[in-house]
């Protein structure tokens, strides 16, 4: 079975780790703060904070920039949960807006008409590892005095205008999922070039202590463990070479499927350096995406739904009365269509050829 994901883990990081185990350092330390800066310099920031997970990661940036009760923050409907329920842990409104169905992110256009006297922040997310339109976001946030977040979760090492995913907005969040383009388990990382934020977001990180057991603020523990911090520093300086094979293996499936009637091939904006955490396709012929994923997975290709549903249609969040304030058409007719194809740095070129063929041959019946 070729399988949706893998993780690139090899002999190096299990020295690490077993450098870190005799070190006796466990918890944070020199080895964690090490991992903070190098990513910062990776991204081109001044500043990272290393956390448990890339939830609490989005959660520690909201909360340090000041996001809380009676905010609204305008975000996609079409992500992972984490996204969204970091806002709600906050205090605030999370408000969705469609999505550009082109590249699956948000639509400037629909966060300028979604913002209210209320709305204190965008955050966007680079989903599938495409950038989101940060240059239009950075205008209407500048335009109308707000916060601008990533959520770079999906995005390790993408660019858009020459500048990397995670240096683009106010603040960026980031996790080391094991799926995602590299991985530390868990972990997570908030990057700004506000030094007041990352200050506040230490400060949460660890039970508002500002001095040894000096608690001045109700803070929280998302410390990053030194063992985490030891793979992810193998990981970051692996991490070009794995995007490199993604983007090896995508243009293999984009070159043999790229304009075949029934499905339809992610695009890449000029502006854009996609890192391919997924290669997505949209399947519009009508036998329809769980068609094509059931062919594949008998013929030795694992798939996945990123997303199934819009974010309202959860059953939590129709509860709270979360709906998208446009309706979201786009967001609710590609939670139908999308199906993610492996492209990770294990995927060899012969099998990238294997899976197009499945999908040609498919394509090829209807
Ligand atoms: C877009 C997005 N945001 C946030 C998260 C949350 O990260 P984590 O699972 O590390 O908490 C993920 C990944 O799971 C994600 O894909």
């Known amino acids: 079975m070729i399988r949706i994901a893998q993780p690139q883990i090899g002999e190096e990081e299990i020295e690490a780790v077993a450098r870190v185990l005799r070190s006796g350092i466990l918890s944070h330390g020199p080895v964690v703060e090490e991992f903070e800066e190098r990513f910062a310099e990776y991204v081109g920031v001044d500043y990272a904070v290393a956390t448990t997970n890339g939830t609490s990661a989005l959660f520690l940036m909201l909360k ?41 992110n948000i639509d400037p256009q629909r966060v300028l008409e979604a913002i209210t006297p209320r709305t204190r922040a965008i955050l966007a ?8 339109d940060m240059r239009a976001l950075r205008e209407i946030a500048e335009d109308h005095k707000l916060l601008l977040f990533e959520d770079a979760a999906q995005a390790h090492g993408a660019t858009a205008w020459g500048r ?3 240096s683009l907005g106010d603040a960026a969040a980031f996790s080391f999922y094991a799926t995602k383009n590299m991985t530390t388990g868990e972990g997570g990382m908030v990057t700004t070039n506000d030094r007041s934020l990352a200050e506040r977001a230490k400060l949460l990180r660890l039970h508002g202590q500002a001095g040894k057991y000096n608690h001045v603020e109700l803070g929280y523990n998302l410390l990053m463990t030194s063992i985490q911090a030891a793979i992810g520093l193998v990981q970051l300086s692996k991490l070009d070479r794995m995007n490199e094979v993604r983007r090896r293996n ?7 499927l790229g304009g075949l009637e029934g499905i339809v091939t992610p695009v890449e904006e000029p ?12 399947v519009t012929d009508r036998r329809g995406r769980d068609s094509l994923a059931s062919y594949l997975n008998e013929r ?14 959860q059953p939590v969040y129709k ?16 939670a139908r269509e999308v199906l993610s ?11 990238a050829e294997y899976i197009a063929g499945v999908v040609k041959a498919w394509l090829g019946e209807a």
Not at 250 to 256: F, G, K, P
Not at 300 to 311: C, F, I, K, Q, W
Request: some cysteine; glycine content about 10%.
């Open 164 to 166: 990397k995913a995670g």
């Open 64 to 104: 340090a920039a000041g996001i809380g009760p009676g905010d609204e923050v305008i975000t996609t409907p079409f992500t992972f949960i984490a996204t969204s329920n970091a806002v709600l842990y906050t205090g605030a409104r999370p408000v969705f807006v469609d999505i550009d169905p082109r590249t699956f």
């Open 250 to 256: 995508a243009s293999i499936l984009s070159r043999e």
């Open 300 to 313: 030795g290709v694992e798939t996945a739904v990123h997303y199934p549903r819009a974010l309202p249609d």
């Open 125 to 132: 997310v680079h989903l599938y590892g495409h950038p989101a």
């Open 319 to 334: 509860r709270m009365g979360l709906d998208c304030v446009d309706g979201c058409p786009e967001a609710r007719r590609a």
């Open 341 to 351: 194809l492996p492209v990770h740095p294990g995927v060899s070129p012969g099998q």
């Open 271 to 282: 502006w854009a350096v996609h890192v391919y955490h997924q290669y997505v396709i949209r």
